[in-house]
């Protein structure tokens, strides 16, 4: 799978601009939610982090926000890091080219008070929900959020149900829960109770092959 290309749906696909603006809307409603202090952020396969950039312009707790963006793609990666220059947040965010399956790409940065799993069950066999889901243990801090996306209605992606039943099973509790227009995406938003446990570097294995529209 070509992700560079894979990105420039965004502009072919107003399903896909949804999900995009839920995830800025759930990224910004968990940052105005936090404490007063240092909110720490880390992106699993980031992207271009067109997310987390876009929730964070004129943002109130911008100032506040350190982030690490993990992504393998280094066509992606570059137009990142373009756009976080371009945003005069250099200071704060960081974009890691690195494999965000290996817990090791997210030294320094976790445990994070807001975890982005956007783009990636729908990359990930059932088989390695369970995995993939106490995975997330390793980087969410206690009281932390997760905000995850998962592609609606093929027989490729896990439903909803087995999803959040793994996650709960983690120690995650459902916050809030969104779908597209035409229902072709879901966009969550859970609670860790923690505690953060260590847990084996490799966590899930990442297929990259999804069919259009699945992640």
Known sequence: MDWFEWHAQYRRSPELR??????????????????????????????DGRDLLGALLDHSRTADVKA????????LVSSGRQAV???????QIEFA?????????????????????????GNVSVGQL?????????????GGSLIWTLGLGTEETAPVELVTEHLQAAGFTMAAYHT??????????????????????????????????TC
């Open 85 to 91: 220059r371009a945003a005069d947040l250099d200071s």
């Open 180 to 213: 597209t227009p035409r229902g072709r995406f879901g966009v969550g938003v859970a609670q860790f109770s923690g505690p953060t446990t260590p847990s084996r570097s490799t966590w899930f294995e990442f297929a990259g092959q999804p069919r259009q529209f």
């Open 18 to 47: 949804a999900r995009l603006e839920l995830v800025r809307q759930s990224i910004s409603q968990v940052l105005l939610a936090r404490p007063p202090g240092p909110i720490q952020v880390v992106s699993i396969c980031a992207g």
């Open 68 to 75: 690490r963006l993990v992504e393998a793609d280094p066509r």
């Open 130 to 142: 369970p995995s993939l889901c106490q995975g997330l243990t390793s980087l969410c801090l206690p």
């Open 97 to 121: 080219q690195a494999d965000a399956t290996d817990l090791v790409s997210y030294e320094g940065a976790i445990p994070a008070a807001l975890v982005l799993l956007c783009g990636v069950i």
